[in-house]
C-alpha cells in the first residue's frame, strides 16, 4: 500500500501537506503546480485515501458493527413466522428480500413482531431496515426514531420521507370488479378485512375502500354483501383460511346469494372454497370466485382459482435495491409501484372486454 510519505518525498513536501491537498483543504497555502504534482503523483502509484479504501470495502456505506465488520440489514416482518409460513404471498416477498442481499453480500437480521423494537439489541446493531406490511402506529413511531435507513415493503405508510415499494391494491380491485361486471356479475360478495375500522394501524386496506367506492360510484352497494359480523376482525392473522371459511358461510345464508364473491387474499379463497361445496353448491355454476395474490396452489384447485398476481419477489428485491441506493448516498424519497396482473381461470367467466 502506497503512504503519504512516499508521495510527499517522490514531490518533495512533507507528509502534511499530501495529506491535506488529497482531502481537498482549500485552507491550505500551495501553488498550483505543486497541488496538481501532488494528485498526479499519487494518482500515478494508486494511492486511496481512507475515505475510498473504506467505499470500496464497504460499497453501500453501511456503518460498521462494533466488531468492525459490515452492519447487517434488519428485516422488520408484520407476521410471526409461523404465520408468515401460512401465506405463500409473504414468504415470496421474503424470498425476495434475500435473494437480492445475496447478490450484493448483505447480511440479514430479523426482527419478529413481538419483539420490543426500542430494547431490541439485534435492531440496534442494524445499518438500515426493510419494514414489511401493515404495523401499528406505535411501531412505526418506534422504528423511525432509530434514525437508520428505511424501505416499506407491501405497505405506503404516507410518509413522505420515507420510500416505499408496493402494488397498487386499489386500483388492482378495481380491475377486477370491472372485469366481473363485464363477464355479467351483478352481485358481487366480499370477504377481507375493514382495514381501515382499526383506529392503531397505520394505513387503510386498499381492497376494502375500493369495493365499497366501486358499488358507491354505481349506486349498488350493499353493506350486507360484506361478510357481516367481520368488522372488528383487523388482527393480522384475520386473512386465514378458516377466517375466509366462516365468512363465506355468512354470505351463503343470504337470499339472494351473491353470484360471485371476491376473496381479499388467495387463504381465504381457499377456506371460500370448502364452504361452497359443504354447502352442496358447485364452483363457478352456483357461486363463482375471485382472489388476490395468485400464489402457486391456485392453479391446482378445483376449478382453478382466478387471482390477480401480485409480484411479491419483486416488491422483495426492489425494496433492497431502493435500500442499497439510499445507503449509497441518494438524498431523495421514492415510492415505487409495482404493476398487478390478473390471471382469469375456471373460479369465474372471464371478462368479455378488456379490464379497465
Not at 470500496?56 to 459490515?70: D, Q
Amino acid at each position: 500500500m502506497v503512504t503519504l510519505r512516499e508521495i510527499a518525498k517522490a514531490v518533495g513536501v512533507s507528509s502534511g501537506t499530501v495529506s491535506r491537498v488529497l482531502n481537498y483543504d482549500q485552507t491550505l497555502s500551495i501553488s498550483e503546480s505543486k497541488r496538481q504534482a501532488i494528485i498526479e503523483t499519487a494518482e500515478a502509484l494508486n494511492y486511496e485515501t481512507p475515505r475510498s479504501r473504506n467505499r470500496r470495502s464497504n460499497p453501500y456505506g453501511l456503518a460498521p458493527s462494533p466488531s468492525g465488520a459490515r452492519a447487517p440489514i434488519a428485516i422488520v416482518h408484520f407476521l410471526e413466522p409461523e404465520d408468515e409460513l401460512a401465506d405463500p404471498y409473504y414468504v415470496g416477498v421474503r424470498l425476495g428480500i434475500e435473494r437480492r442481499c445475496n447478490e450484493h453480500q448483505l447480511e440479514i437480521i430479523k426482527v419478529l413482531r413481538t419483539q420490543d423494537l426500542k430494547e431490541s439489541k439485534v435492531l440496534q446493531s442494524a445499518g438500515g431496515m426493510i419494514v414489511i406490511g401493515k404495523h401499528s402506529l406505535a411501531t412505526m413511531e418506534d422504528l423511525i426514531q432509530s434514525s437508520r435507513p428505511i424501505v416499506f415493503a407491501d405497505i405506503n405508510p404516507r410518509l413522505d420521507d420515507y420510500d416505499c415499494v408496493l402494488s397498487d391494491l386499489g386500483t388492482a380491485t378495481t380491475k377486477i370488479l370491472n372485469g366481473l361486471a363485464s363477464a355479467g356479475y351483478q352481485h358481487i360478495g366480499f370477504i377481507g378485512s375493514y382495514g381501515h375500522l382499526d383506529q392503531n394501524a397505520a394505513v387503510q386496506s386498499g381492497r376494502c375502500e375500493a369495493y365499497m367506492d366501486w358499488h358507491k360510484t354505481r349506486g349498488t352497494f350493499d353493506p350486507r354483501l360484506m361478510a357481516p359480523g367481520y368488522q372488528q376482525n383487523t388482527d393480522s392473522r384475520s386473512l386465514r383460511l378458516e377466517t375466509g371459511y366462516e365468512q363465506t358461510q355468512l354470505l351463503l345464508k343470504l337470499d339472494p346469494k351473491p353470484d360471485v364473491i371476491l376473496c381479499a387474499n388467495d387463504n381465504m379463497a381457499i377456506g371460500a372454497y370448502r364452504a361452497i361445496q359443504e354447502a352442496g353448491l358447485a364452483i363457478p355454476n352456483d357461486i363463482a370466485l375471485a382472489s388476490f395474490n395468485d400464489i402457486p396452489v391456485t392453479q391446482f384447485l378445483n376449478p382453478p382459482l382466478s387471482s390477480m398476481h401480485i409480484p411479491g419477489e419483486h416488491i422483495g428485491e426492489t425494496a433492497v435495491d431502493l435500500l442499497v441506493e439510499r445507503l449509497s448516498g441518494r438524498d431523495y424519497t421514492k415510492h415505487v409501484i409495482i404493476p398487478t396482473k390478473m390471471q382469469w381461470r375456471g373460479s369465474c367467466r372471464p371478462p368479455v372486454v378488456a379490464e379497465t
